[in-house]
Structures are given as structure tokens and as C-alpha cells.
């Protein structure tokens, strides 16, 4: 599969990213940033239904929060 199709699952999977955060973060609504890139799907076992890629996050760099990128990270690696 290209990236460019690749790029509705990206965003899907960046918009369950920001869903699921804003459930159980205490950041603000829109002080988070989110992006995946280089997905691709898994080729071992070959019947695999995952996919692997990079995940971005980010803070406004004014009163950015290393903690609170941290604290984003755990939670989606823990939900996701």
C-alpha cells in the first residue's frame, strides 16, 4: 500500500488519538498536537490486521510541558 493510501487511516487514527485523550486528559482542548506518519501495514504474521508508524506529539512552545507530553504518551500507549 502507497503512504497516500495510507493517509485516511492516518488521519482516522489521529482523530481517535485526540478523541481519546480529550476523555482522559487534563490538557486543554487544542494545546495538543498529533501526527502520524510512515504507516504501513505489518507483514508478519501475513494474516496481521496492524499497522506500524510513527506517532508525533507536540505542545505550543509557549508554556509547553515536557510532563504533560509524557502524560499524552502513556495514555495512548495504554489505550492504543
Known amino acids: 500500500m502507497a503512504m497516500s493510501d495510507m ?46 508508524g510513527e506517532l508525533f506529539l507536540s505542545v505550543p512552545f509557549l508554556g509547553a510541558d515536557r510532563t504533560k507530553l509524557d502524560q499524552a504518551l502513556a495514555r495512548v500507549r495504554k489505550g492504543f
Open 7 to 52: 493517509a485516511p487511516i492516518a488521519n482516522e487514527l489521529q482523530q481517535g488519538i485526540y478523541r481519546y485523550l480529550a476523555k482522559v486528559s487534563s490538557l486543554p482542548e487544542g494545546t495538543l498536537y498529533v501526527k502520524v506518519a510512515e504507516l504501513e501495514p505489518v507483514t508478519w504474521p501475513p494474516d496481521s490486521n496492524q499497522f506500524r
